[in-house]
């Protein structure tokens, strides 16, 4: 008999419910209790959901009022000691001052570079490839480890008092380790293993205690290149831990085994689950490789995405493996359910026929129980509803791979069509350089800003007025033009080089385009959790793209009408409005990449001939898709690349295309940064010192930069002097003939008077470092 469980579930609540309290909370409004009594009863209806679907376990240990990870800090006694926790504050206090920091202390410790002092917020980066963010454990060699809250056992007796079977989950010890930092130069966390080793110890000795039979512990690093030390530790870890604990599920997924797959499959533990979305060819492998006494658990609905599941396509995948492991078989998402959606049952506004091609959380764990009856052998009607949900699975599939909606001639027809060069510039960047300077004619370190301006309560009014129909087209383009004529005329006032129109009409970058795009939907409730409080509603591309008007022309060319200044295009890239969606799993990723590409690629044609001589296209998404493991690198950057180049390459030597990055990291791909060959890249840089900006220098980066003088995400305005030596730096190692004077990013988030009192700063910086020229 098939064991069917999940590997996580949605915090949020159908709702958002747990964004509110949070938020309430934070404001003061509901205190403590209040919030865990939010908390208790979404868990509880989060079980209720897992055990109405027929799974033989609820899951508990994935909820977090913040973030998982944090919980594991407080679970294993390791709060960075920096936040000088006085005795008696309560637990839920010191998580959220973790989570948050304390608004009045900012880092700014004289002598000191690692951040050991002060109370501001853990820093939080990119759960593996997900758009989810977890608070990152600091570790230093003052850090120790001691069993330190109640809250997972507490929640395992709810759980249990509610008469659930219980799967507790727990984050593995080495995983935990690796996605922690170091906060000491030299220090290598790696060896904090011995002394974390005995606190799982007693977690696990506890929830055996306690009755739990199954405990999934999560290593997803398994999917990661590791070195050597590390992969060695898991087997001497695992006999450690195995010792006097419950039964171990030891989980992977997001990425293929590969090297570590007969690792993962020998480790002393009772069961392994696999992704079987992410690494369907390990399949059969790990069927060989896993003992027969061993539970295999295997990731076949796809945890990442929202597409129905293929029964035929699963059960074609999963019945070789049953045939093959003699052991007992689960079946599961291939993930946690944390990066998809609550429930299909909110969304109103879909049509009946793609809602009918997707399956949320709530969904995918009624995809489960279908799956096992049929692998079972129980398809017969023995088990409620299961034929006519198989039949209506086969239908929707079928439905969908057949739909002109989905697969439209003419867009297969382009990308055929496609012609040697037609991602290459007519001319190198020298001879454009040549041209455009002439064309342009600006100063030296010519200055400009990202993008958006900021987008006031005004704006923003007005936009949810034209939604709920209050206002109408032609009142709300009267609105969004006079923004539009305010921005300019403040630049000019500014006496910024390159305007730009100030974004006022986007609600996203992404959802802005997706909502112009054909190929695009959106839903009413799709919310995922970002981090925090903080919840995303991914577009979701499912068909071909294509673009059957104009983007951004008309408000371009507004902009352009009252300025004799260049202004600058703003669109968002092909790679970005990919990655920040949800992509369809019937092609690959890079062909719909490509055919957004072409679609950008129109728009950018569209502006030059309406005489727009300048046009960024923002990339700040690229590095986000790096593949988990490096043997994927390759082939990932030459199809970003490739398709940046479409987008920007329909045009001639006249027009200048730029792109924008906002993160810190570049070193390991900027070859990969300059094969995308745009005239000129901005990138964020001030905050790490203009250091970043050393290995454009070192590789000699060919194009033009424009390097970020000041950090767009606090209020505060920079000094003239601090911008001139940021400049300095920066020209220090690339030549200052091909430097630009910019901000680190988009202005939309801040308000107007710091935006111009910075920006008159920026400026006078420029020309005061022209003057040295
Ligand atoms: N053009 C966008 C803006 O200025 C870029 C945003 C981003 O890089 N994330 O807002
Ligand atoms: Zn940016």
Known sequence: MTRIHTLGFPRMGAQRELKFALEQHWRGEIDREALEAAGRELRRRHWQAQRDAGLDFVTVGDFAFYDHVANHIQLLGCEPARFDFKGDEPELSRYFTMARGVAAEVHDHPGCAHGEHGRFALEMTKWFDTNYHYLVPEFSPHTRFGLASVRLFDEVAEAQKAGHA?????????????????????????????????????????????????????????????????????????????????????????????????????????????????????????????????????????????????????????????????????????CSLLHVPFSLAAEKQLDAELKSWLAFAVEKLGELRVLRAVLDGEEEGEEEGVAEALASARAAVAARRASPRVHRAEVALRLARRVAGDDRRASPFAERQAVQRVRFALPPLPTTTIGSFPQTAQIRAARAAFKRGELDAAGYREKMRAEIALAVRKQEALDID????????????????????????????????????????????????????????????????????????????????????????????????????????????????????????????????????????????????????????????????????????????????????????????????????????????????????????????????????????????????????????????????????????????????????
């Not at 966390?189 to 999560?218: C, M, N, T």
């Open 166 to 334: 219980v799967k507790a989950v727990l984050l593995g010890p080495l995983s935990f380790l690796w996605l922690g930092k170091e906060k000491r130069a030299g220090f290598d966390r790696f060896s904090l293993l011995e002394s974390l080793l005995p606190v799982y110890e007693q977690v696990l000795a506890r929830l055996k205690a306690q009755g739990v039979e199954w405990v999934q512990i999560d290593e997803p690093i398994l999917g990661l290149d590791l070195p050597e030390p590390w992969r060695h530790a898991f087997e001497r870890v695992y006999w450690q831990l195995a010792r006097n604990a419950p039964k171990l599920l030891l989980s992977t997924y997001f990425s293929p085994l590969a090297d570590n797959l007969r690792l993962a499959c020998q480790l002393p533990v009772a069961g392994l689950h696999v992704d079987a979305v992410r690494a369907p060819d390990e399949l059969t492998g790990v069927a060989d490789w896993l003992p027969v006494h061993k539970v295999l658990s295997v990731g076949i609905v796809d945890g990442r995405n929202i597409w129905r599941t293929d029964p035929d396509a699963a059960l074609a995948r999963l019945r070789p493996v049953a045939a093959k492991h003699r052991g007992e078989l689960w079946i599961a998402p291939s």
């Open 498 to 773: 390159v305007l730009v129109h100030g974004e006022a009409e986007r609600n996203d970058m992404v959802e802005y385009f997706g909502e112009q795009l054909d190929g695009f939907a959106f839903t009413a409730n799709g919310w995922v959790q970002s981090y925090g409080s903080r919840c995303v509603k991914p577009p979701i591309i499912f068909g071909d793209v294509a673009r059957p008007a104009p983007m951004t022309l008309e408000w371009t060319a507004y902009a352009q009408s009252l300025t004799p200044r260049p202004m600058k295009g703003m669109l968002t890239g092909p790679v970005t409005i990919l990655q920040w969606s949800f992509v369809r799993d019937d092609q690959p990723r890079s062909v719909t990449t490509e055919q957004i590409a072409w679609a950008i690629r129109d728009e950018v044609d569209d502006l030059e001939r309406a005489g727009i001589g300048i046009v960024q296209i923002d990339e700040p998404a690229i590095r986000e898709g790096l593949p988990l493991r490096r043997a994927g690198w390759k082939p990932y950057l030459e199809g970003a690349t490739r398709a940046f180049r479409i987008s920007a390459s329909g045009v001639g030597d006249r027009t200048q295309i730029h792109t924008h990055m906002c993160y810190s990291e570049f070193n390991d791909i900027l070859p990969e940064i300059a094969a995308m060959d745009a005239d000129v890249i901005t990138i964020e840089t001030s905050r790490s010192d203009m250091e970043l900006l050393r290995g454009f220098g070192d590789f000699e980066y060919p194009n033009e930069i424009g390097p970020g003088v000041y950090d767009i995400h606090s209020p505060r305005v920079p000094a003239v002097e601090e911008m001139v030596r940021l400049m300095r730096k920066a020209a220090a190692v690339v030549p200052p003939s091909k430097l630009w004077v910019n901000p680190d990013c988009g202005l939309k988030t801040r308000g107007w008077a710091e935006t111009e009192a910075a920006l008159v700063n920026m400026v006078a910086a420029a020309k005061l470092l022209r003057q040295e020229l």
